[in-house]
């Protein structure tokens, strides 16, 4: 029986990269790469030398065919995202759902688990997060208002990601829209060198960007309302 691995990467430092996760990306016979050049800084690190394929959501369903072609065929692979666990905020979960119609179950899909950038910044949010309401990236223009509406009216806390381009807009549309004093906690650069977290109302952290940096990948979580 073949089987899919669905691995979780570090989503910068390389060290957290679990022992699971590398003795399942040593004995594939292929890897799935969102971005081939961006995971094989990982696998150099750690003496991989397994082959890799790309795989990422402009992939064609001639890739997705050639795929379960090589899983018909009793190969073992691993799917891997630039960072963090495959399926959130990522396209792996289309694959996944391809490989369990095609197969059921002759084939297995089994996760590998590890790292997510949602889950890294809300053990060090402070916030409640016995429930939260994760949406991933906003979108940047049809449907963005109702979501910010939604994050401020929500008793739940919210979990996003936000790129470079758009943080301060994110922030000012919160302010805008009335998210008032509610607190926030914002992740730059999770894990990595320049590793920044923020803590204030939306108004605040604006400042402490403006007197710092905005570059990198932010993760923010949004205090519910009470």
């Keep these: 029986m073949s089987t899919l691995y669905i691995v979780a990467t570090p989503i910068g430092n390389l060290q957290d990269v679990t ?3 590398l003795e399942t990306l040593k004995g594939v016979d292929l890897i799935l790469c969102e971005d081939t050049r961006q995971t094989k800084k990982l696998l150099e690190r750690y003496q991989i030398t397994v082959p890799t394929m790309s795989y990422h959501q402009y992939s064609k369903m001639q890739k997705i065919e050639e795929i379960l072609i090589r899983l018909a065929d ?3 692979l691993a799917l891997v995202s630039d960072a963090g666990t495959p399926g959130i905020a990522d396209p ?3 694959l996944v759902k391809k490989v369990a119609e095609h197969f059921g179950q002759e084939v297995q899909i089994v996760p590998i688990p590890g790292p997510a950038a949602l889950t890294t910044l809300a053990a ?3 916030l409640p997060t016995d429930q939260f ?3 991933g990236f906003l979108p940047h223009k049809k449907g963005r208002q109702t979501l910010i509406k939604e ?3 929500s008793e739940r806390a919210i979990i996003l990601y936000e790129s470079t381009h758009r943080i301060h807009k994110l922030l000012n549309e919160l302010v805008s829209f009335g998210l008032g004093e509610r607190q926030l906690v914002l992740g730059r650069e999770l894990t ?3 590793e920044t977290i923020y803590r204030g109302s939306a108004a605040e952290i604006l400042q402490q960007l403006e007197a710092t940096s905005s570059k990198g990948e932010f ?3 949004v205090q519910g309302r009470k």
Aim: glycine share 12%; hydrophobic share 45%; charged share 10%.
């Design 133 to 135: 309401l994760f949406l």
């Design 19 to 21: 022992l699971r996760a």
């Design 124 to 126: 060090v949010s402070g």
């Design 192 to 194: 990595k060198q320049f």
């Design 219 to 221: 993760t923010v979580v």
């Design 92 to 94: 792996g979960n289309y």
């Design 74 to 76: 009793g190969k073992n």
């Design 151 to 153: 994050i401020i009216s």
